[in-house]
């Protein structure tokens, strides 16, 4: 059964009326008040799709773990180079289709948080993809040197975005693939 347009709307000003709170915020401190308020919506209507703040934030999460996951799907540790180059540029565009979301992962108060989750999904996803490649007994190498690796190029890229950077992002990606590959084919040896 298709969903109500007005339903899709409704959720979508509420979740862009927390991210905008959360620039002055603490996910604490916001209300479902503040929330309703900056949505333009009343409490009773907030409550029909959410029951508070921290439940805006897990629906915010999903969304943001779906679209990680289409960017990480074909990371092929075979070849990181062109994987970490294709993952960085369908990340950028994922992230810039949505100008609040960006300045929510990037400015927020919940940013730090953020970049763990992001961190942890794609330690997740790699460590999904290495099982699917190989039979492994003891996955804790491989998942320290995945949190190594995507810890290097989840804080340079918001570095980067951070600092408006001259930088352009063709430059970045091959930078950080560079980086990567190295870093990979290091720890193949290793291991």
Not at 83 to 106: C, E, G, H, M, W
Not at 149 to 168: A, F, H, K, L, Q
Request: hydrophobic share 35%; glycine share 2%; with cysteine.
């Amino acid at each position: 059964m298709p969903v109500d347009k007005r339903i899709i709307k409704t959720q979508r000003a509420i979740r862009e009326a927390f991210m905008l709170l959360t620039m002055d915020k603490d996910i604490e401190k916001i209300t479902v008040s503040d929330i309703a308020e900056k949505a333009f919506i009343n409490r009773s209507t907030f409550y029909l799709h959410y029951s508070d703040a921290r439940d805006v934030m897990n629906d915010i999460e999903r969304e943001m773990g779906d679209n990680i996951y289409s960017c990480i799907e074909n990371f092929d540790t075979d070849n990181p180079y062109e994987s970490t180059y294709r993952l960085l540029v369908s990340f950028t565009n994922a992230i810039d289709k949505d100008q609040t979301f960006k300045n929510f992962f990037l400015h927020s108060k919940c940013s730090g948080y953020l970049s763990y989750k992001i961190k942890k999904l794609f330690v997740e996803k790699g460590l999904q993809s290495a099982m699917n490649r190989r039979a492994l007994d003891d996955v804790t190498d491989i998942k320290l040197s995945l949190t190594f690796i995507t810890s290097g190029i989840i804080d340079t890229y918001v570095r980067w975005s951070d600092n408006e950077s001259s930088m352009p992002l063709d430059t970045l990606c091959r930078k950080i693939s560079e980086l990567t590959q190295c870093t990979i084919q290091k720890l193949k040896q290793c291991y």
